[in-house]
Structure formats: structure tokens, C-alpha cells
């Protein structure tokens, strides 16, 4: 357990219905990241915040995708309008914020989506 | 186009056996290279972290080595336990401060078997 938390951990949804996914990171990390990964692929970034700023948005995240992280704590993941496209493992990932070359990414144990 | 190529794609062996994974990336300008295992089902959790000066890092039974002339990194692990069966997944990050500048690789997929 690495301290960041996902909820829900599954979710089977029906196409063309809305979703929403929540990240705790830990508490004191400032950053959080945001990433999909699809069967037998490595993630892939989606978006990052600083605090409560949204710094960084993929070109993968189009525009049915939102994420907010409101009191620069927790932060909610937003699909509408979902397509079969859509299903994956999605991770949050949380890092206190860089002061050198290198820094740790905290991962969570992601929500797996299904879109029927 | 910045990518990170890892091989081989899966491999079996026996407990108690070595093995070692590779890495090679295309990132220009390098700024650090991850190594992370990921159990089925869960997220990654990291292994080490190497900038371009460091050309070995261990971590209990993981020795990760680098070399930043020729863009290859190894996953060298020692007596392999059953645990061991995941994932594992070569990250590379490329200066700019871009998250979009942390490259994943497809993995390798262990399976320890007894």
C-alpha cells in the first residue's frame, strides 16, 4: 500500500453513461497526476495538478474528459458520454514537488473501467 | 520521436534463478530513468530511480545499472521468488519539467515459476 487511494476499484458502465473517479493522494504531496493504461501497455499521462492548479492536460484527454482537484487534496476524474474506447486502468499517481532531477511517484491501486 | 523499447516482452523462470531485463529509449535530452513493478491488477509501485550520473542502483534483490552513452538500462534480479511474477516497467523522463516528458515502456512480464 503506498498510501494513495482510488475509488471505486471497478467500474462496468454502459456506453454513452457518465463516470466519475476519485484519487486520496497522501496528504502531503502537492502533486497529482493522472494516467490511463490500457491492456499490456505502460500508462500513459493524462493531466497533473499542482495544488489545486491543473499545470498539464495530454492531448489524450479530450474534451469528454475532466478532472478537478478542488482543495488541492483529493481529485475526481470525469468520463462522459462514454465509449468502448474508454475502458482501462485508470491511475492516479501522487509526489511531493520535484526539487532536483529525480522524484518519486507515488501510484494507486487505479479503477479498472469497463464500458459495455 | 521519444520511446522506450523493452525486451523481451515475457519471460518464465524457475524460482531461485536470475534474470535480467532491458531496457533501451530513444529520450533526448535524458534527465532520469525509472524502473517500477507492477502487480496484475494494482499500480506501479517503483523499484529505483537513476539520473544521468548514476550507472547502478540496488534495492534489495533489484540492481538496476544504466548507461546514458548507449540509452540502455538493465533489471537485474537475484534469486528470483514467486513475488517476483509482475510486470516491470522502464520509465524515462526527459527534461522540460513536461509530465508528458515521462515516457513509459510496454513492460515485461515475469512469471516465476516453482
Known amino acids: 500500500d503506498t498510501g494513495v487511494s482510488q475509488d471505486p476499484r471497478h467500474k462496468i458502465t454502459k456506453r454513452g453513461q457518465n463516470v466519475t473517479f476519485r484519487c486520496d493522494p497522501i496528504s502531503e504531496h502537492n502533486r497529482l497526476y493522472w494516467y490511463r493504461q490500457t491492456l499490456g501497455q505502460g500508462p500513459e499521462f493524462l493531466t497533473y495538478f499542482q495544488n489545486e492548479a491543473q499545470l498539464e492536460k495530454s492531448r489524450l484527454l479530450s474534451d469528454r474528459f475532466s478532472a478537478e482537484r478542488p482543495k488541492g487534496s483529493f481529485s475526481t476524474l470525469e468520463i462522459q458520454r462514454t465509449e468502448q474506447g474508454d475502458s482501462a486502468m485508470y491511475l492516479c499517481?501522487?509526489?511531493?514537488?520535484?526539487?532536483?532531477?529525480?522524484?518519486?511517484?507515488?501510484f494507486g491501486p487505479g479503477t479498472r473501467l469497463t464500458v459495455t | 520521436k521519444n520511446q522506450v523499447e523493452q525486451s523481451p516482452q515475457s519471460l518464465i523462470i524457475l524460482e531461485g534463478k536470475n534474470c535480467t531485463l532491458q531496457c533501451n529509449y530513444t529520450v533526448s535530452p535524458f534527465s532520469n530513468l525509472r524502473w517500477y513493478k507492477q502487480d496484475t491488477g494494482r499500480g506501479p509501485v517503483s523499484l529505483t530511480i537513476m539520473t544521468f550520473s548514476e550507472n547502478t542502483k540496488s534495492n534489495g534483490r533489484y540492481t538496476a545499472t544504466l548507461d546514458a552513452d548507449t540509452k540502455q538500462s538493465s533489471l537485474h534480479i537475484t534469486a528470483s521468488q514467486l513475488s517476483d511474477s509482475a510486470s516491470y516497467i522502464c520509465?524515462?523522463?526527459?527534461?522540460?519539467?513536461?509530465?508528458?516528458?515521462?515516457?513509459f515502456g510496454k513492460g515485461t512480464k515475469l512469471s516465476v515459476k516453482p
Open positions: 499517481a501522487s509526489s511531493e514537488e520535484p526539487r532536483g532531477f529525480a522524484y518519486e511517484q507515488y
Open positions: 520509465v524515462v523522463s526527459g527534461y522540460g519539467g513536461s509530465q508528458g516528458n515521462l515516457i
